[in-house]
Structures are given as structure tokens and as C-alpha cells.
């Protein structure tokens, strides 16, 4: 009588223990998991090229101003406003200095784009095959779980209670293995790389003046031409 009590006691015990460690509540936590991070991803991109999209509106709206500009220097100089001719022209250089850097911006963010649709996709596909083999494990353990109850109501739990052990350790193994992958899956997306959209250059005085003076050589040419056309 104490034998069988203190079977149906152990077996009680590894029915709790066994809700704890429960190999498909894990697989399934990693898979949601995974999902997640796709969706981050997703995010990330839609981000990205809401951001791009915004820049390359302005860039329009730049070109736009220097073809004014430069119909505007035109007409100064036609009636003899060179001083409003060099003011348009001037300000023509300075929108054309900044479509430069815009370009430059936009042609960064582009490649950023690119990092995370590989990256998306890479993802996409380990989530893939990680639903099937997680429906494909589950079911393996399921029918693992059936047989295992079967033969210790056959021969009693306290005969199999070596096998038992091993079974345990095997689903210890089982959920250290998903653990594993679940943090590559992590590594992966924290070391995708953060975005960086609209980082302003920095410059010295020095440089400051020396566009100054690139600037107004500009202009001096852009005056130059209008005279001989005139």
C-alpha cells in the first residue's frame, strides 16, 4: 500500500512539474516571439521609408525654387538689375548646396532601406521554417508524452523511474535548445543596426568660411555668363 501511494504521489508531482516544462508552451512562446520581431522589423522599414519619402518631397520643392531663381536672375539681368540678378543667383548656389546634401541623405537612407528588407526577408524565412518544425516537434512530443503514460501505467512508475528521468532531461534539452535559438534570433535583430536618418555634418569655422568663398565664386560666375548672354 505505501509503494502505491507513494507512486501516485511521484505521479502527481511530474504531472505539475511536467506543466512547467511543457516543451510546446515554449516553442510556441519562441514562435510568437519570432513574429514579433518580424513585426519590428516591418515597422522599422515602414518608418524608414516614410522618411525618405518626406525628403525627397522637399528635394522637389528645392528644385522648383532654383528653376525660379535662375528665371528670375535672368529677367534682372535683362533689365539691368545686376544686383537682383546676383541676389537670385546667390540664392540659387545656396538651394542647390542643399539639394546636394539631400541627395546625400536620401541615397543613405535608400542602402538602410535595403539592410532591413535582407534582414525582413532572412527573417521571414527562419520564422517559416520554424512554424513547421515547431508543429512537427509538438506532435513528437505529444505522442512521446501518450507513450510514455501508457507504459508507466503498464509497469508503474516506480520501475521507470530511470526512463522517466531521461525524459525529463531530454525536454530540459529540448527547451535550452529553443532558448538558444530564440536568443540568435535576438543577436540577429540587435545587431541589425540602428538607423540613422538625418545626422547634421558638423563643420569648423574654417570650413564655414571656405564655402563662403567657393559660394561666391559661384556666383561670380553664374554673373558672368549672364552678362556675356546679354
Known amino acids: 500500500m505505501l509503494e ?4 501516485l504521489i511521484a505521479s502527481k508531482i511530474n504531472k505539475v512539474l511536467s506543466s512547467f516544462e511543457d516543451p510546446r508552451e515554449q516553442l510556441d512562446y519562441a514562435y510568437e516571439k519570432m513574429i514579433q520581431q518580424l513585426h ?6 515602414t518608418t524608414a521609408i516614410a522618411a525618405r519619402k518626406k525628403l525627397e518631397f522637399r528635394r522637389e520643392r528645392i528644385k522648383e525654387k532654383i ?26 548656389v545656396l538651394l542647390e548646396e542643399q539639394l546636394r546634401k539631400l541627395n546625400e541623405e ?5 542602402k538602410d532601406e535595403e539592410k532591413l528588407k535582407t534582414l525582413r526577408e532572412t ?5 517559416d521554417s520554424f512554424a513547421a518544425k515547431k508543429e512537427m516537434l ?28 531521461a525524459i525529463v532531461r531530454r525536454a530540459e534539452e529540448k527547451i535550452n535548445d529553443l532558448k538558444a535559438k530564440s536568443a540568435a534570433i535576438d543577436e540577429l535583430i540587435a545587431t541589425g543596426g540602428a538607423i540613422n536618418y538625418m545626422d547634421e555634418e558638423e563643420r569648423d569655422i574654417l570650413e564655414k ?3 563662403k568663398e567657393r559660394i561666391k565664386s559661384r ?3 553664374e554673373i558672368k555668363k549672364l552678362e556675356a548672354e546679354t
Open 67 to 92: 528653376r525660379k531663381n535662375e528665371e528670375n536672375a535672368e529677367e534682372a539681368m535683362k533689365l539691368g538689375r545686376k544686383d537682383l540678378a546676383r541676389m537670385a543667383i546667390e540664392r540659387k
Open 123 to 127: 527573417l521571414r524565412t527562419k520564422v
Open 106 to 110: 536620401i541615397e543613405s537612407m535608400k
Open 40 to 45: 519590428n522589423v516591418d515597422m522599422s522599414l
Open 138 to 165: 509538438k506532435a513528437q512530443y505529444e505522442t512521446a508524452e501518450a507513450q510514455k503514460e501508457i507504459k508507466e501505467t503498464l509497469t508503474g512508475l516506480s520501475n521507470d523511474a530511470a526512463n522517466a528521468g
Open 4 to 7: 502505491r501511494v507513494k507512486t
Open 219 to 221: 556666383v561670380d560666375e
Open 209 to 211: 568660411e571656405l564655402e
